[in-house]
C-alpha cells in the first residue's frame, strides 16, 4: 500500500503563512478558524466547499456563537487566505452572511491622575514597562519585544520592530523613564555576562538573521530589555 508523502492542508497554510511572513499570533489564529471551518462541516475538504458553506460558517459565529464583529471578521479573512494563497480558488462574494453587531460603546480612557496612581502602585521593571506603555503608546507585546538596540538614548527616541500590521515605526523614549531603564540594563547586562560564562545567553533570533549572523544571538544589542527571569527554549520557525 503506497503511503502518499502528500503535506496536511494546515501544514501547508501554516508554511504560506510563514513564507509572506505573517506573525506567529495571526498564523495560530487563521490555523485556529480553518480547522472549526472544516469541523463545522463535518471534515469536508474545503475545495468541495462553496460560497453557501462559507456563508453558513460565518453566519453560524454571529448568531449562534454571538462573537463580535472582529471576530467575525478575523474568521473570514482566514478563509480568505486559505482559498486565494493555499487553495488558490477566487472566492464570490459573500452577499448572504449575517454581519455580528459591532457595540455601541464609547472607550473608557483613563485621565491624567488615574494613570499616575496606577502608575504609582508599580515597581522596579514594571514601572519602566509601564511608563514606556504610557509616555511611548507602546503595546503591552511591542514593549516586551524591545531589543537593546531598539532604544535610542542619545536620540531619546525607541525603534518599535514589527509592530501591528509588521511594520516598523519610531516613538519617543520618555525622560521620565530614562534613568531608571538606563539603570535596569546595566543589571540586565550583568546577568547576561554571567550567563555567557555558563554556555548560556543566547537569545531568540529570527532563523534568517541568525543563519546570517550566527553570533549575534550572544551579542548585547540583540539582548531583550525585558528578558525573561528563567531559561526557555525557542523552537526556530521554519521560513522566517
Not at 83 to 95: A, G, I, K, N, S
Not at 127 to 145: D, F, P, V
Amino acid at each position: 500500500m503506497a503511503v502518499s508523502n502528500k503535506p496536511m492542508l494546515l501544514d501547508v497554510v501554516r508554511q504560506r503563512l510563514r513564507l509572506r511572513h505573517y506573525s506567529p499570533r495571526t498564523e495560530k489564529s487563521y490555523v485556529h478558524w480553518i480547522r472549526r471551518f472544516i469541523r463545522f462541516h463535518n471534515r469536508r475538504h474545503p475545495r468541495d466547499l462553496g460560497k453557501a458553506d462559507m456563508e453558513a460558517f460565518l453566519t453560524h459565529l454571529a448568531v449562534d456563537r454571538q462573537v463580535s464583529t472582529s471576530t467575525q471578521n478575523q474568521a473570514f479573512h482566514a478563509l480568505l487566505f486559505l482559498y486565494r494563497e493555499v487553495l488558490e480558488m477566487e472566492l464570490p462574494r459573500l452577499d448572504d452572511v449575517r454581519r455580528a453587531r459591532k457595540p455601541r460603546r464609547l472607550p473608557e480612557v483613563l485621565s491624567p491622575r488615574e494613570v499616575h496612581r496606577v502608575l504609582a502602585m508599580l515597581e522596579g521593571k514594571y514601572w519602566i514597562a509601564g511608563n514606556l506603555l504610557y509616555g511611548a503608546g507602546l503595546r503591552l507585546l511591542e514593549c516586551l519585544r524591545l531589543r537593546v538596540q531598539d532604544i535610542g538614548f542619545d536620540m531619546r527616541q525607541i525603534v518599535v520592530r514589527g509592530g501591528k500590521g509588521t511594520r516598523d515605526r519610531v516613538t519617543i523614549l520618555p525622560d521620565a523613564v530614562t534613568e531608571a531603564l538606563g539603570d535596569h540594563l546595566e543589571a540586565v547586562r550583568t546577568i547576561h555576562s554571567r550567563d555567557l560564562e555558563r554556555g548560556l545567553g543566547r537569545v531568540y533570533m529570527p532563523p534568517a538573521l541568525a543563519r546570517k549572523y550566527p553570533r549575534a544571538a550572544e551579542q548585547w544589542s540583540w539582548q531583550f530589555v525585558f528578558p525573561s527571569t528563567t531559561m526557555c527554549r525557542t523552537r526556530i520557525r521554519a521560513g522566517r
